[in-house]
Every structure is written in C-alpha cells, then in structure tokens.
C-alpha cells in the first residue's frame, strides 16, 4: 500500500503541470480580461490590472495583476512573449487541475513555470503544497521546494523561526 501511494504521489506531481505544456505551444488566440491595460513599448511589456482573466484553450489563469513581457518585432520576426508575471490570488486552471499561490512566472526560454508563495496544486482530490512548485514544461519534472521559515505566533512562541515543509495529501479513489 505504502509504494502503491508513493506511484501515485510521482504519478501526481508529474501530471500536475505537464497537461499545461501545450498552453505554451499551442496556436488557439490568447483572451485576456482585465479592469485596465497599459502599454509599456519602452519596456516591451504590457501590465493589465484588476480582475484579470485570460484563457487559452482549456487553460485558465487569473490573477490581480499580469504583465506580459514580450521580444521587439525586427528583421521580419515577430514578437513573442519571453516571459509571463501574474501577482496577487494567482490561479491557474486546465481541465480537473488547479494550482494557486501569490505569484507565478513563466520564463518562455527556460520552458519553466514557478509558482510561489503558499504555492498548492490540486489534481481531484489530491493535493502537494509547498512554498514554490517549478515545473520545467520539455523536461516533464517538477520540484515542489518548501519555505526557508515562518514566524509562530502564540503564547510563549517569542516570534520563533519555524521550517515550513512540503506536504502532499493523497486521496484514495
């Protein structure tokens, strides 16, 4: 039963980003939402603020602030986004998976996705938290990393440094 649980919790971390790698590849149009946008061409980004809801496919991400960091187009080539930021109630979803945390980054070079800060992903009924998940799309591995510490609160804590750690929680289906 113990190694059974153990496939199923690497079964798990694997799937939990791995259905997303075709959001980044696919050719399906971008939909974003948002309350305002604004253009920054000096840094070739543009920040939308305030409920923002953007989609592609079956992909869903929302967040309170999103910025899209994009190449210039030169020499006939087009721009494409190099890099994604979304910051505050960061929510991804695809299908009966979603992950959430305070902030996540997509890094278009690196084919990395890292969600941090109270970072949780379920996957039905199953759930892995952790400070940050990375999940490296072409290598289909993730690393689920705990937090350095949090501060206890109560009496006679004194403000002391405790280790947070990564937890997965498995349900029999």
């Known amino acids: 039963m113990k190694n059974h649980r153990l496939n199923i919790l690497f079964a798990l971390i694997f799937f939990l980003f791995s259905c997303s790698s075709s959001l980044w590849a696919t050719d399906a149009p971008i ?8 253009s920054l061409e000096q840094d070739n980004s543009v920040l939308f603020t305030g ?3 953007a989609s592609q496919a079956n992909v869903r991400i929302r967040s309170d602030k999103m910025t899209v960091y994009y190449t210039p187009a030169t020499d006939g080539k087009k721009q494409e986004v190099k890099r994604l930021k979304c910051v505050g109630n960061v ?3 695809k299908d009966e998976w979603l ?7 997509y890094l278009a070079k690196d084919r990395k996705i890292v969600l941090s800060g109270d970072a949780r992903a379920w996957q039905d009924k ?3 938290t952790g400070d940050t998940i990375i999940y490296y799309l072409d290598e289909g591995r993730s690393e ?5 510490s949090s501060t206890t609160a109560g009496a006679g804590s ?3 440094k405790k ?3 990564v937890k997965a929680t498995l349900t029999p289906q």
Not at 144 to 148: I, L, P, T
């Open 144 to 148: 689920v990393v705990s937090g350095s």
């Open 51 to 53: 409920n923002v809801d």
């Open 31 to 38: 939909v974003i939402e948002a309350d305002r946008m604004v």
């Open 163 to 165: 280790p947070t750690r």
């Open 99 to 105: 992950g959430t945390g305070k902030q996540m980054n």
């Open 126 to 128: 199953n759930l892995v």
């Open 158 to 160: 004194n403000g002391e």
């Open 91 to 93: 929510e991804v979803t």
